[in-house]
Every structure is written in structure tokens, then in C-alpha cells.
């Protein structure tokens, strides 16, 4: 009997310092999702690279290469609109919307349309079509409703409640693998997905955030996304350059955010009789357009502007009208409904509007570049602290620390005066109609039988 009692006295107290099986299966489960968005991201990564490097050997060689993508182009982004309707519906876009839209919807058959391992594969799989076809899009938007999908998927098999908090988590954890930024998927959690500070839920991002970096890490080794930049400023035009690149970006990013949301409402009333065939249509003339301005600017607008961004922050000024032809090209590829995200094309056209006006302030190439990456990712998303932190991680320019915090509050608050709805929040309410209005039709259905 005494050593009966030793025993289970024993078991007891290990239950308590280690947990039960039962407690034990969801947080492998959790760690073990979070390693994959880790491992994912780096892959994603990887085949985005290739095909902007295959468009880019396809449209460079022969003779009459450069015309190539007047076919490639209107082609890809219609295979990939039919694709999205067809295979892999709600995976169109950034696919940050579908994620935000999924934490407000109470229902899981509402968010497993939204965010499931299917849709995560379609994801990846189109969006590495849109960079293959031209398009001007990037793949850390579509990172987050990867990884935000696996994440649901892991709440279901480990019969886990905390569905909110796991696709906040994912979100950020795709956010963190994706950019190399750990720092900026914490923050773009709290202030861009959740716009709120959740004690609990930003334990679970944090854990998440953690395992996917050191997975990503393992694969890809430690760097910055931008390289290391070692500038600020020196003279009172520099100073001049934080206003101009706050004020000027803030409003770019307005105007982008807010035709955005206008065009996109238009065009989903005008599609709406034949929203397939319209929807394919569009699309084709979207990729025939961004042909157009791609061959214009000398192929500098395709794909995800990483090159041209990198260039600019280590001090290579950029053409005076970059900026401009690589806003039009990411409006008309979002435009377009075609899955990619419009993260990294930001950030080229920041850096384009900065080096246009540092060449013009006579100041730093890089110095501009960074503060005008800044001023117009702000003024796009309306999230400053995500902004700063990803723009400082990204460069490691720690040099210039007031300056990128002053202009991201600088293009956020010139952005809201101009554009009172943010974007991602703006198109997540299509999502979450939707959503509503389907179960409102299957309600009726039901009443009526």
C-alpha cells in the first residue's frame, strides 16, 4: 500500500511539472506547424527566385526576347485568374485580407475557405506562375495566408480552441520566415492583423514566430533582407528629405490603397453577371498592360522589384520615373485578381520615389531610399510601427533609427487624412460579406425545404 501510494503520489506530481499526454499533443502539434511555416517559407522563397530568373533568361534572349512577354504575360495571369476560380477559390490577391476576414469569422467551415492547406498550395503554386508570366507581385503577402492556413490546420488535427490566436500566429510566423524580419512579424501581428494587444494570444505568436525564424534560419542562414546600410542624417536637407519622403510616400500610398479599394468594388459589380469569363478577361488585359510598362521601363517593373529596392538602398539611383511605372504595374497585377502580394512591389516603389527625391535634394541615394521605403509602405498599409521595424530589420541601418520612425508616423497620418480605410482591412470586408451572405442564402435554403 505505501509503495501504491509513493507511485501515484509520484505520476502526480510529474503531471503537474510535465503535463499530460493530452496536453502535451496540441503544443507538438503547434511546434511542430510552426517548424513547417519555417521550412515552407524558405522553400516559397526559393521557387519565386527561380522563376523571375526563368522569366528573366526567356525575355533576355534571341533577338526579339524583349516581346516575349506580350504573350507570357497575358497568358500567365489569365491561367492564373482561371486557375484561382476554378482549383483554389479565396486564394486570389495578397491573401492578408482572407487571413484578418478568418479571425472575424465565429464559424470554421467560414474559415476553412478562407485558409486551408488547399488554398496554401494554391497560393504558392500561382503565385509562383505570376512571377514566371511578369507580374509585379511578391510573395510575403501570400506567405501569411500560407502560413495562417497551416496554422487552422493544425487547431483542427490537434484539437486545439485557440483558432484566432493560432492564425495570428501563423501570420506572423509567415511574416518573420519570409522577410528574415522576427521583430516586424510580432509587431505587423499586433498592429496590422489584430489592431489589439491580446496578453495570451501574443504568447502563442511569439512561440510561433520564434520556431518558424529558426527553421528559416537553418535553411537559409542568417542576413539581412536588404544587406547592411550605414547611413543617416548629416545636413538640414537630409532633415528636408524625412518630410518629403513622409508626406510625398504617405500620399502615393493613399492613392494607391484608395484607388485600390474603388477599383476593386467597380470591377466585382461589373463582373458580376459572368464573373468567370470577365474575371479571365481582365485579367488578360491587366497582363498585356503590365507587358507594355514592363517593356517600357526596360524590364525594370517585373516581378518583385527586390533588385531595384537592393540597388537604390546601396546607394544606385534608380531611373526619375521608376517609382511611377512600378505603381502602375503592382496596381494593374492586383487589379488583375491573380494570387501574389503587394509587399515586396511596395517596398520598390518606395525606394524608387526616395531615390527620385534624393537625386532631386542633391542628399544620400541610400538615405532616400530607405526613408522613401518607409513614407510609402506606411502609407499603403497605415501600420507606422510595422513600417519602421520591418524598414530597420531589413537594412539593419540602425544609424537612421528617428528618421525611419519619424517619416513612418509622417506617410501614416498624411495617409489617413487622404484615405480614412486602411487597405488589408478594407478588402477583408468582401471577405467576410461573402462569407455572411452564403450562409444567409444557406439559411433561407433551409427554411424554404
Same mark, same amino acid.
Given at each position: 500500500?505505501?509503495?501504491?501510494?509513493?507511485?501515484?503520489?509520484?505520476?502526480?506530481?510529474?503531471?503537474?511539472?510535465?503535463?499530460?499526454?493530452?496536453?502535451?499533443?496540441?503544443?507538438?502539434?503547434?511546434? &511542430?506547424?510552426?517548424?513547417?511555416?519555417?521550412? #515552407?517559407?524558405?522553400?516559397?522563397?526559393?521557387?519565386?527566385?527561380?522563376?523571375?530568373?526563368?522569366?528573366?533568361? &526567356?525575355?533576355?534572349?534571341?533577338?526579339?526576347?524583349?516581346?516575349? %512577354?506580350?504573350?507570357?504575360? %497575358?497568358?500567365?495571369?489569365?491561367?492564373?485568374?482561371?486557375?484561382?476560380?476554378?482549383?483554389? %477559390?479565396?486564394?486570389?490577391?495578397?491573401?492578408? /485580407? +482572407?487571413? #484578418?476576414?478568418?479571425?472575424?469569422?465565429?464559424?470554421?467551415?467560414?474559415?476553412?475557405k478562407l485558409l486551408s492547406l488547399k488554398i496554401a498550395f494554391g497560393k504558392i503554386l500561382l503565385t509562383v506562375l505570376g512571377l514566371f508570366s511578369g507580374a509585379s507581385i511578391g510573395r510575403e503577402g501570400p506567405t501569411v495566408q500560407v502560413g495562417a492556413s497551416i496554422m487552422l490546420s493544425v487547431a483542427r488535427f490537434?484539437?486545439?480552441?485557440?483558432?484566432?490566436? =493560432?492564425? &495570428?500566429?501563423?501570420?506572423?510566423?509567415?511574416?518573420?520566415?519570409?522577410?528574415?524580419?522576427?521583430?516586424?512579424?510580432?509587431?505587423?501581428?499586433?498592429?496590422?492583423?489584430?489592431?489589439?494587444?491580446?496578453?495570451?494570444?501574443?504568447?502563442?505568436?511569439?512561440?510561433?514566430? #520564434?520556431?518558424?525564424?529558426?527553421?528559416?534560419?537553418?535553411?537559409?542562414?542568417?542576413?539581412?533582407?536588404?544587406?547592411?546600410?550605414? *547611413?543617416?542624417?548629416?545636413?538640414?536637407?537630409?532633415?528636408?528629405?524625412?518630410?518629403?519622403?513622409?508626406?510625398?510616400?504617405?500620399?502615393?500610398?493613399?492613392?494607391?490603397?484608395?484607388?485600390? =479599394?474603388?477599383?476593386?468594388?467597380?470591377?466585382? !459589380?461589373?463582373?458580376? %453577371?459572368?464573373?468567370?469569363?470577365?474575371?479571365?478577361?481582365?485579367?488578360?488585359?491587366?497582363?498585356?498592360? *503590365?507587358?507594355?510598362?514592363?517593356?517600357?521601363? $526596360?524590364?525594370?517593373?517585373?516581378?518583385?522589384?527586390?533588385?531595384?529596392?537592393?540597388?537604390?538602398?546601396?546607394?544606385?539611383?534608380?531611373? !526619375?520615373?521608376?517609382?511611377?511605372?512600378?505603381?502602375?504595374?503592382?496596381? &494593374?497585377?492586383?487589379?488583375?485578381?491573380? /494570387?501574389?502580394?503587394?509587399?515586396?512591389?511596395? =517596398?520598390?516603389?518606395?525606394?524608387?520615389?526616395?531615390?527620385?527625391?534624393?537625386?532631386?535634394?542633391?542628399?544620400?541615394?541610400?538615405?532616400?531610399?530607405?526613408?522613401?521605403?518607409?513614407?510609402?509602405?506606411?502609407?499603403?498599409? +497605415?501600420?507606422?510601427?510595422?513600417?519602421?521595424?520591418? #524598414?530597420?530589420?531589413?537594412?539593419?541601418? $540602425?544609424?537612421?533609427?528617428? /528618421?525611419?520612425?519619424?517619416?513612418?508616423?509622417?506617410?501614416?497620418?498624411?495617409?489617413?487624412?487622404?484615405?480614412?480605410? /486602411?487597405?488589408? $482591412?478594407?478588402?477583408?470586408?468582401?471577405?467576410?460579406?461573402?462569407?455572411?451572405?452564403?450562409?444567409?442564402?444557406?439559411?433561407?435554403?433551409?427554411?424554404?425545404?
Amino acid at each position: 500500500m505505501p509503495s501504491f501510494y509513493r507511485k501515484s503520489k509520484l505520476l502526480r506530481r510529474s503531471k503537474v511539472i510535465f503535463g499530460s499526454a493530452a496536453l502535451w499533443k496540441p503544443r507538438l502539434v503547434f511546434w &511542430l506547424g510552426a517548424l513547417a511555416i519555417g521550412v #515552407i517559407s524558405v522553400g516559397f522563397a526559393e521557387l519565386a527566385d527561380m522563376a523571375q530568373k526563368a522569366f528573366g533568361a &526567356l525575355t533576355s534572349s534571341g533577338q526579339w526576347g524583349f516581346l516575349l %512577354p506580350l504573350l507570357l504575360a %497575358p497568358a500567365g495571369f489569365m491561367l492564373s485568374a482561371f486557375l484561382a476560380a476554378k482549383l483554389f %477559390p479565396n486564394s486570389q490577391g495578397s491573401g492578408i /485580407p +482572407q487571413a #484578418i476576414a478568418a479571425r472575424h469569422l465565429r464559424d470554421e467551415k467560414d474559415r476553412v475557405k478562407l485558409l486551408s492547406l488547399k488554398i496554401a498550395f494554391g497560393k504558392i503554386l500561382l503565385t509562383v506562375l505570376g512571377l514566371f508570366s511578369g507580374a509585379s507581385i511578391g510573395r510575403e503577402g501570400p506567405t501569411v495566408q500560407v502560413g495562417a492556413s497551416i496554422m487552422l490546420s493544425v487547431a483542427r488535427f490537434g484539437g486545439m480552441a485557440q483558432a484566432r490566436g =493560432l492564425i &495570428l500566429a501563423g501570420s506572423a510566423a509567415g511574416i518573420a520566415a519570409a522577410f528574415n524580419t522576427p521583430l516586424a512579424g510580432i509587431v505587423f501581428a499586433i498592429e496590422e492583423m489584430s489592431r489589439t494587444y491580446e496578453s495570451r494570444a501574443n504568447g502563442i505568436v511569439l512561440t510561433g514566430v #520564434i520556431l518558424s525564424g529558426l527553421a528559416a534560419l537553418g535553411l537559409a542562414g542568417s542576413y539581412n533582407y536588404f544587406g547592411e546600410a550605414s *547611413v543617416a542624417p548629416t545636413a538640414w536637407r537630409d532633415w528636408g528629405l524625412v518630410l518629403a519622403c513622409g508626406i510625398g510616400g504617405g500620399a502615393l500610398g493613399a492613392g494607391f490603397s484608395g484607388f485600390a =479599394l474603388h477599383f476593386g468594388r467597380r470591377v466585382r !459589380a461589373w463582373a458580376q %453577371p459572368q464573373p468567370l469569363y470577365r474575371m479571365v478577361a481582365l485579367a488578360g488585359i491587366c497582363g498585356l498592360a *503590365v507587358a507594355l510598362i514592363g517593356i517600357a521601363s $526596360h524590364g525594370a517593373t517585373f516581378g518583385t522589384g527586390y533588385e531595384q529596392a537592393r540597388g537604390a538602398v546601396e546607394g544606385q539611383a534608380l531611373p !526619375a520615373f521608376f517609382f511611377v511605372e512600378k505603381l502602375l504595374a503592382s496596381f &494593374l497585377s492586383m487589379l488583375s485578381g491573380i /494570387p501574389g502580394g503587394i509587399f515586396a512591389p511596395s =517596398l520598390a516603389v518606395g525606394a524608387g520615389f526616395g531615390s527620385t527625391m534624393g537625386s532631386l535634394f542633391g542628399t544620400s541615394i541610400a538615405l532616400a531610399a530607405i526613408l522613401g521605403m518607409a513614407g510609402y509602405f506606411s502609407g499603403v498599409v +497605415q501600420a507606422p510601427m510595422t513600417a519602421f521595424v520591418i #524598414i530597420l530589420e531589413m537594412t539593419g541601418d $540602425h544609424q537612421a533609427v528617428i /528618421p525611419i520612425m519619424a517619416v513612418s508616423m509622417i506617410g501614416y497620418v498624411t495617409s489617413r487624412i487622404l484615405s480614412r480605410e /486602411p487597405l488589408y $482591412h478594407g478588402l477583408s470586408r468582401v471577405f467576410i460579406s461573402a462569407a455572411l451572405r452564403a450562409r444567409r442564402s444557406a439559411h433561407k435554403e433551409t427554411a424554404a425545404a
